[in-house]
């Protein structure tokens, strides 16, 4: 029950807080984009940027201490492949004009065929790529 319960929860919050944002803020919410504008500074822009960012990072700490065990994975491949693999995702959210988040979030449900496509793409390479390091061990 709780695999059931745990994802439909956290999938109703997100679903909440980019509504949210589209209401009040007028803004489709990409992590990418967002932390994206933080390192590159526009006066004026910056203080819901950090508010946002603020409440993710506060967020995590919050469930950490509540619920410890939503952060108990294993990690497959050394440290540096994961950092490695992290830059990758990176360079890629700045091809794709956005994240998971942007497009397969926002971007899917306003019918967007870009996000529809890029969402399609990310989903195409993430499994080519795990069933390749599958294979290679």
Known sequence: MEAFILPLVGGSLIGIAVSMMLIFN?????????????????????????????????????????YPQAFASELHGDVWQVIAAGFVVGFGTIMGSGCTSGHGVCGISRMSVRSILATLTFIAVGILTASFLRGAR
């Not at 950090?50 to 967020?59: E, I, Q, R, Y």
Request: charged content about 10%.
């Open 26 to 66: 007028g803004r489709v919410t990409g992590i990418s984009g967002i932390a994206n504008g933080l390192l590159s500074y526009s006066k004026g822009d910056m203080s819901w940027r950090v508010a946002f960012v603020s409440g993710l990072v506060a967020g995590g700490v919050i469930l950490y201490q509540i």
